[in-house]
């Protein structure tokens, strides 16, 4: 039974439209984060968030934002989309940045901008 | 800059052989390395970890090896089974700080043939 779960799984959508994927977790986790993954290469941190009402940018640029109102709550936002967004988009939570336990990671939403 | 490398992108075992993967880094400040399994379409699931302070730590088929000096670690599948056949990501992270989060290696394919 998944413990962090992201809707939705799949996504095609035309160019210029306003997207939200959705993310939640049950743990209680303060720690989110949002890595973006392209076929063939890394996973890549986009967004991360400390706790309610605190985000950061990740290492790589991205034209998303996120906001953190609520602890289990972690939504990513796409005003308008286009092809050069097309990916894989994962979030995870985890009780601390650095940890041997390692973040857990939803199933992951597949973007595809026409 | 690439801080962590993993440089053999596919990996083809006979069932039952040892299947090894291996991975690189580049910073020191790393504390933490972490390996993830990853199927199509799925989100990465956490596998097995290591701190800086070990050079060896062992989870029932799974071995993971860290050669700090040579900024090199190793995880060890044996016997191989079908079911491991998978994408497996490299991660380090460290306790605090800039270098805290999570980063990925490119990831290795990895196919265990009957």
């Known amino acids: 039974e998944a413990d962090i779960y992201q809707t939705p799984r799949y996504l095609v959508i035309g160019t210029g439209k306003k997207i939200t994927l959705e993310c939640s977790q049950t743990m209680g986790h303060d720690k989110m984060y949002w890595y973006q993954q392209d076929p063939g290469m890394e996973l890549h941190l986009i967004h991360y968030?400390?706790?309610?009402?605190?985000?950061e940018k990740g290492d790589l640029s991205s034209e998303s934002t996120v906001s953190r109102i609520r602890t289990e709550h972690f939504p990513l936002t796409l005003e308008s989309a286009r092809p050069s967004h097309t990916s894989q988009y994962l979030c995870?939570?985890?009780?601390?940045?650095?940890?041997?336990?390692?973040?857990?990671f939803g199933s992951g939403t597949r973007l595809t901008v026409v | 800059d690439q801080q962590v490398k993993q440089n053999s992108p596919s990996l083809s075992v006979q069932e039952g052989r040892i299947s090894i993967l291996n991975c690189d880094y580049t910073n020191s400040m790393f504390d933490y390395f972490l390996w993830y399994k990853k199927y199509p379409a799925e989100g990465p699931t956490f596998l097995i970890s290591?701190?800086?302070?070990?050079d060896k730590n062992e989870d029932g088929r799974f071995t993971v090896f860290l050669n700090k000096s040579a900024k090199h670690l190793s995880l060890h599948i044996v016997p191989s089974q079908p079911g491991d056949s998978a994408v497996y990501f490299c991660a380090a992270s460290a306790l605090s700080g800039t270098a805290s989060k999570l980063t990925f290696g490119t990831g290795t394919r990895l196919q265990v043939t009957l």
């Open positions: 290591i701190s800086s302070i070990k």
């Open positions: 968030s400390y706790g309610v009402n605190s985000t």
């Open positions: 995870a939570s985890s009780e601390l940045f650095g940890t041997l336990s390692g973040y857990t």
